[in-house]
């Protein structure tokens, strides 16, 4: 299956959540998932590009890492990124990610992510063979 | 939530008595119909919080209480270090010490209301606010480490802003024990550009007016009256705060199983106040606070020099600044009646010290703590007193805030910016924010009704309305 990302209500914060064919799919549509939280992942344009590696002892914190790996690098270098091509062995992820400067007049960035959380946290391979990623992110 | 599952110890006190691995019950302060609107989650995370070890008396739950991570928002969790007692980054959240600062202008609406959209123009030209903004001061390493360990106080020493001010911040603006050496050079650096920086989402500033008292003795100790202008603050130790709640949750869960700690939910990550895990979180956590207090006090002084150029003369001066989330070691009373230093988990949840309370600025103390109540965009905010029965209901603690009625997508599905921001200017409110979207999404419609959830709290003991606040300029991230 293509990728494909969503929403879910949580209270005062956000859920995001990717579905794909692979492990790395259901990763990736989860970064697009936040991304979507700040801004149109479509309005970003994917002009510069950065690395990301992450280890974890599980895929559940695999995710959360991913995440917050992102989180950590559109803080410091004031980024937003619409582009990722992950790759996941075992409990390495290797990432090249792309995007650009936040440009506030045309993504109209609403909110910022601060980390994303164990709340709703799951990853599993569902019977029809589809990778899910899941958990809520705090803003 | 469905009421059959609570006892009703009084009007607005509900409780989840003790069953299977809870340790203490579970207390919730609310009235039938704030109570019946709570998520299901908010119980099920309480009846977690119960069940961690050295939990004293009850975990408990504000009247704007909300499903969290771990805890709830809106919880309230006291923990002896003597019984095994443990510290959860959850339990403080991302966002450490974000809190409210309020000013007061010495001005009335009438001195402002000429000048009501240069002021806010000047102010957003000042407060740099909202995603991808950044402050104007850097801090080499040394400075970065006074800045960790004195906190206002060190804002105060580099000219941003007057001693004065330090006399009306929780614990005097600088928090005693913060570990420098425990924040890591990823949260140094998610820091450098953000000292001085309100945030995005509910973060904001407003300038207020005093449009209602309910306790004019506590409202003329406080020295608010009808008509008085004030500036309310609110935002916290941005990515500083961010990066060690970050940091600190991944590393609780995966040392919980080595401290024995069989947690309900792994969310609920957290180690034992007396390892060396417990201690260094503690360090690190209030170093954050140090943050953010210095944090709020950069934007005291940014905002009086926006005052200064649109109204010279104006002297703003700190009326409180307290923090609503935060663990901090307190003395309170113990189940077995002896006063203990207990480690009080406040997330989404203010203090709310009593009359005559030492830690509370010697000025206040006849009335008790000012409790600082942020509303939503365009709704009332309130101050508050603490009471003498918060003591004993809830370890001298109350609500923080509205709580939101519904997600930031369907809000903006149902409001556009634009027209949120032509509604309020008919209410003579002037909105600036850098996102229209934001604004949307932060539409007053979005939030539970905050004046229900402090008359509840008024109703409850937990601490006591002195004053309701109206915005007139709302700078939003």
Avoid at chain 2, 159 to 166: F, I, N, T
Avoid at chain 2, 235 to 253: A, D, N, P, W, Y
Avoid at chain 2, 358 to 366: C, D, G, N, T
Avoid at chain 2, 389 to 406: D, P, W
Wanted: proline share 4%; hydrophobic share 40%.
């Amino acid at each position: 299956m293509a990728q494909a990302w969503e929403h879910f209500a949580h209270g005062a914060d956000i859920g995001v959540r990717g579905r794909g064919a692979t492990l790395a799919g259901a990763l990736s549509a989860a970064a697009t998932a936040m991304t979507a939280v700040v801004t149109d992942p479509e309005a970003v344009r994917q002009t510069d590009a950065i690395e990301i590696l992450c280890r974890a002892p599980t895929p559940e914190l695999l995710l959360v890492d991913w995440l917050n790996s992102l989180v950590y690098e559109m803080a410091t270098r004031r980024m937003l990124f619409s582009g990722f091509e992950v790759e996941c062995e075992g409990s390495v992820l290797r990432a090249r990610v792309r995007g650009e400067r936040v440009d506030v007049r045309r993504h109209q960035p609403a909110v910022e992510v601060k980390g994303a959380t164990l709340t709703a946290l799951d990853v599993h391979r569902g019977e029809d063979g589809t990778w899910v990623a899941q958990c809520v992110v705090d803003v | 939530m469905e009421l059959s599952r609570f006892e009703r110890h009084s009007e607005y006190c509900w409780a989840l008595p003790r069953s299977c691995a809870m340790r203490v019950p579970a207390l919730l302060y609310a009235d039938e119909d704030l109570l019946k609107d709570m998520d299901d989650k908010v119980g099920e995370q309480l009846v977690n919080v119960a069940s961690l070890p050295g939990i004293v008396h009850a975990a408990m739950a504000m009247p704007d209480a909300h499903w969290g991570y771990g805890f709830p928002i809106g919880g309230v969790a006291a923990f002896d270090p003597g019984d095994g007692g443990v510290v959860s980054a959850g339990g403080v959240g991302f966002d450490i010490s974000c809190g409210v600062r309020t000013l007061q202008t010495g001005l009335r609406r009438k001195d402002v209301e000429p000048i009501k959209e240069g002021l806010a123009h000047e102010l957003s030209r000042q407060i740099p606010a909202g995603v991808g903004s950044t402050g104007r001061i850097r801090l080499d390493e040394a400075e970065f480490d006074r800045m960790l360990t004195g906190g206002a106080h060190w804002a105060v020493q580099r000219g941003w802003g007057e001693p004065a001010d330090l006399e009306h911040c929780e614990d005097g603006g600088r928090v005693e024990d913060a570990l420098p050496e425990a924040i890591s050079s990823q949260a140094r650096r998610r820091q450098r550009d953000e000292m001085g920086t309100l945030g995005s989402g509910n973060h904001y500033l407003e300038l207020q007016e005093v449009a209602e008292l309910y306790d004019a003795k506590a409202a003329a100790v406080f020295g608010l009256g009808v008509g008085d202008l004030v500036v309310s603050i609110h935002c916290g130790s941005r990515g500083l705060g961010h990066q060690v709640g970050t940091e600190f949750l991944r590393e609780m869960v995966v040392a919980a199983p080595d401290f024995g700690l069989d947690l309900p939910d792994r969310e609920l990550a957290c180690a034992p106040i007396e390892s060396a895990l417990g201690g260094r979180y503690l360090g690190a956590m209030r170093a954050a606070m140090n943050c953010a207090l210095a944090n709020r006090q950069i934007l005291t002084q940014l905002t009086r020099e926006s005052f200064e150029r649109m109204l010279p003369g104006a002297r703003l001066r700190v009326f409180y600044d307290v923090s609503h989330n935060i663990c901090k070691e307190e003395v309170h009373d113990a189940d077995d009646g002896t006063r203990k230093k207990l480690y009080v988990h406040r997330k989404g949840a203010t203090r709310a010290f009593g009359p005559g309370n030492p830690a509370v600025p010697e000025v206040f103390r006849p009335a008790g703590q000012p409790v600082l109540i942020g509303g939503s965009m365009g709704t009332s905010s309130y101050v508050l007193a603490g009471t003498d029965a918060g003591e004993q209901l809830a370890f001298s603690s109350a609500c923080h805030g509205a709580g939101r009625a519904m997600s930031r997508h369907q809000a903006a599905r149902r409001w556009k910016g634009r027209s949120v921001v032509e509604d309020m200017a008919e209410r003579g409110i002037v909105v600036k924010s850098p996102s229209l979207r934001g604004v949307a999404e932060e539409a007053p419609g979005a939030y539970k009704d905050v004046t229900r959830v402090v008359q509840v709290a008024d109703a409850a003991g937990l601490a006591r309305r002195v004053a309701r606040l109206e915005p007139v300029i709302v700078l939003k991230g």
